[in-house]
C-alpha cells in the first residue's frame, strides 16, 4: 500500500513537473516574441526616420523660399510645384514602409518572408 501511494506520488509530481515545464517554455516563447516585436518596432521607427526628416527639412525649405509672398507666379510657382514633388515622394516611402512591416506582423508564424533592402 506504501509503494503504490508512493507511485502515485511519483507520477502526481512527474506530471506536475511536465505541467510546469510546459508553463515555464511557453513564458520563455513569449518573452522571445516580445522582444521581437520590439526589434521589429525600432527597425520601423528607424526605417521611417529618415524619410520624415527629408520631408520635415523640404517643406521647412519651401516655407522660407516662400516667406511672406502672398502669391506665387510663373518660376516661383514651377519651382514650389517641382519642390513639392520630393516630399510628396517620401511620404509614398514611409507608406511602403508602414504597408511592408505591418504585413510582415500580420504574417502567419510559419510563412516566410520577403523583404526589401536599399
Known amino acids: 500500500m506504501e509503494r503504490r501511494s508512493l507511485s502515485y506520488e511519483v507520477r502526481f509530481n512527474a506530471e506536475k513537473l511536465n505541467e510546469l515545464h510546459t508553463e515555464l517554455q511557453r513564458q520563455k516563447l513569449q518573452e522571445e516574441m516580445a522582444k521581437d516585436r520590439g526589434e521589429i518596432y525600432a527597425s520601423i521607427i528607424?526605417?521611417?526616420n529618415g524619410p520624415l526628416t527629408i520631408v520635415s527639412d523640404l517643406i521647412q525649405l519651401i516655407n522660407q523660399?516662400?516667406?511672406e509672398e502672398t502669391s506665387a507666379k510663373?518660376?516661383?510657382l514651377e519651382q514650389v510645384k517641382e519642390r513639392m514633388k520630393r516630399p510628396a515622394h517620401q511620404v509614398?516611402?514611409?507608406i511602403e514602409i508602414s504597408r511592408r512591416f505591418l504585413s510582415f506582423l500580420r504574417q502567419a508564424p510559419g510563412e516566410h518572408s520577403f523583404v526589401w533592402v536599399n
Open 46 to 48: 528607424h526605417d521611417l
Open 65 to 67: 523660399r516662400i516667406g
Open 74 to 76: 510663373g518660376q516661383d
Open 92 to 94: 509614398t516611402n514611409c
